[in-house]
Structures are given as C-alpha cells and as structure tokens.
C-alpha cells in the first residue's frame, strides 16, 4: 500500500527546529534521571524486546510477529507492552534494584498523549514497601521540573506545582468525592463484585451504562469521565488502593484484602505512573492471568499465552515494589508540550 506524504512532517527542517529545544530538555532530563538513580546504588538493565507472552491485561495489545528458525519451524513472538515479566525475573534471580529506561509497544493506541511506541521508565525495589516508589516519584517529578528550568508543569490549561507534596487519595474516596458513588458497597470481602450495584449508583451519577457492560467497564467509565479530570490539579496526586479486579499484578492490602497495593500518580489530570507492592502468589497470577485473558477474548476475541517462565520466577521472588512511568508524558508536561509527539526525537507515523 502506497502513503501519501503528510505536510511538514517531523523531519522537515523547520518543524524540527520548532521541536529541537524541546528535545534537548527530554534529553537533560533523561540524563539527570540515570544520574539520580546511579546515586540510589540501582542497577540499569536492558530487558530483551521480544517475548512469548506481552503481558496478560485484558486492555493491552500488542504487536505480533514470527520468529522463523533455521529449520523452518514458526513461533510467534511479541513485542513488550512493557519490560515487567523480565524485570521481575531479574529480580528472582538475585537482583535488589533496578530500572530499565527503554521503548515499549501498544497497538490501538493514538492520540495526543498516547503512541504505539513510547518509552517507559520502570523502576524495582526489592524488599521496600510500595510507599517508597511514591516518594520517588515526588522526586522524580521534582528532578524533572529542575532539568527543564520550570517551577510550573502545564497541560491543556491545568497547572501544577512539581515540587509540592504529592495528594494522596484512595479510589473509593474519589468515586464518594467527585460522583458520590460507594465503590467498596459492591465488591465483596473475597474480591468478588456487583456489577449490577455498580450500575445503579453509576446510572444515578448520570454515567452512561450499557446492557454488555461489565463491573470493570463501567468502573473505567467512571474514572475517566469523573475522577481524572479532578486529580494533579495544583499538585501531583497518587490514587491508591485500586479494587483487586483492576490490579492484576499487584499484591491485597492486608488491612482489606477488597483492595490492593496499586497506586497511579496524576499531575494535570494525566496518568503519568503505574505502581504496586507486586504479587508473588503464583497460582494467584495465575487465576488473575486466566480471567484477564477470558475477558479479552470476550471483548476483543482474542487471547495472549502465559509466560510459564514468568509464573515460575514468581515462587522465587522476594517481596518488592515495582512501577512503570511514562518517560515522553514527563517530558511534556515538564516542557508544557501539548502533544507526546513534540517531544519524541523520531515520532510513529500516523
């Protein structure tokens, strides 16, 4: 198939001399992060691209290829949604910390803050509560804003102050804040939820809900259309203790095991980071793995295999705290960059 060329692409010389100083803060704050997490004794790692499994979250696609061997045999491989399988088998087989700086592949996405190729900063810290990645990421954010010569991060009309103390704020007290729904009255003590329940304070919180929809559905419908326009405003927020059903990777909260160790860290109304206190339960994985996957093939008729090596490791790692944060939705918020493109030195066509 054949393209027509678009106008003044990224390489025009103009277009890129409107971009090149963007790309030059990118470049001061990649470099001030590997210098901030050589000083925490972390050890970067190169997790490998191509994997049998890209993940097993029933919202993520990935890009597939084939693997040909030299005797002809076939395999297909994928390329990662993100360097987690790999990273935390690292982490069984002896490393403490770690973090990995690096591109990761999501098919189905685009849009201003969105791209198939983006790269991801993950971070492990083996035996440390998952509170620590929180205030890392206030440091990061904060290192962040230093590099790009900015006391103000600005997106889309919000604004934030990057050094100020992150707000903390648990999901069942933004559903009860900003659409007066009780999220915890529909989900039971061993995680399993109401989707009918959910439905109804949805529907009398004038959020659209249909027949098919699922407890999950209708749960994201609500985050995105009433919860995220409120959060990082003024200051970062890190919402935590996400329902079980929506935190396939991370461990309950011993105090309710309805919840469980996930938090994501919002400045100016943009999802910038993803953490957990990570589950090293393998038949748990496993069960929570399967269900995703029943889901994906309910919603979008397909499904990706398990990575067996990946349940193996788990039996043998220790506690640890993980997270992935967007690196090019850093930079454009520290840069006040309206699009991820601006700020991505060789942007995915369109």
């Not at 470049?27 to 890209?54: H, M």
């Not at 100020?164 to 069942?172: F, H, K, M, T, Y």
């Not at 994201?220 to 995220?228: A, D, N, T, W, Y």
Request: proline share 7%.
């Amino acid at each position: 198939m054949t393209t027509t060329p678009r106008a003044n692409p990224w390489w025009t010389p103009h277009v890129h001399a409107d971009r090149r100083p963007l790309l030059m803060t990118r470049n001061r704050i990649k470099a001030a992060i590997g210098a901030w997490f050589g000083e925490a004794d972390f050890v970067e790692v190169e997790c490998g691209v191509l994997q049998r499994s890209p993940g097993n979250e029933a919202h993520l696609h990935a890009f597939a290829t084939e693997r040909v061997f030299p005797d002809g045999r076939h395999e297909t491989l994928y390329l990662h949604t993100s360097p987690e399988f790999s990273a935390k088998k690292l982490l069984a087989a002896g490393e403490e910390r770690i973090y990995s700086l690096g591109p990761v592949f999501r098919n189905r996405e685009l849009g201003p803050r969105h791209a198939c190729e983006f790269t991801m900063l993950e971070w492990y810290r083996a035996g440390e509560p998952y509170h620590r990645l929180m205030e890392d990421c206030a440091e990061l954010v904060a290192l962040a804003a230093t590099a790009a010569n900015t006391n103000l991060f600005r997106h889309r009309g919000l604004e934030a102050d990057p050094f100020a103390v992150p707000r903390r704020v648990s999901v069942a007290e933004a559903f009860a804040h900003h659409a007066g729904i009780d999220l915890l009255a529909t989900i039971a003590p061993d995680g399993s939820v109401d989707r009918d329940g959910l439905a109804t304070q949805a529907e009398a919180a004038a959020i659209r809900v249909a027949f098919d929809d699922s407890w999950s559905d209708i749960f994201s419908r609500i985050i995105v259309e009433k919860v995220e326009p409120h959060l990082g405003i003024g200051r970062a927020t890190i919402l935590c203790e996400y329902p079980v059903v929506e935190a396939a990777l991370a461990r309950p909260k011993p105090e309710d095991p309805r919840v469980t160790e996930r938090f994501e860290l919002y400045v100016c109304g943009v999802e910038l980071a993803n953490g957990f206190g990570e589950l090293t339960d393998p038949q748990e994985q496993r069960r929570r793995f399967i269900a995703e996957m029943d889901e994906k093939e309910r919603v979008y008729g397909e499904r990706y295999p398990i990575d067996e090596d990946f349940i193996a490791a788990l039996a043998i790692m220790p506690e640890a705290s993980g997270i992935a944060l967007g690196f090019d939705r850093l930079v454009m918020l520290a840069t006040g960059a309206p699009r991820l493109d601006m700020v991505v030195w060789t942007p995915a066509t369109e």
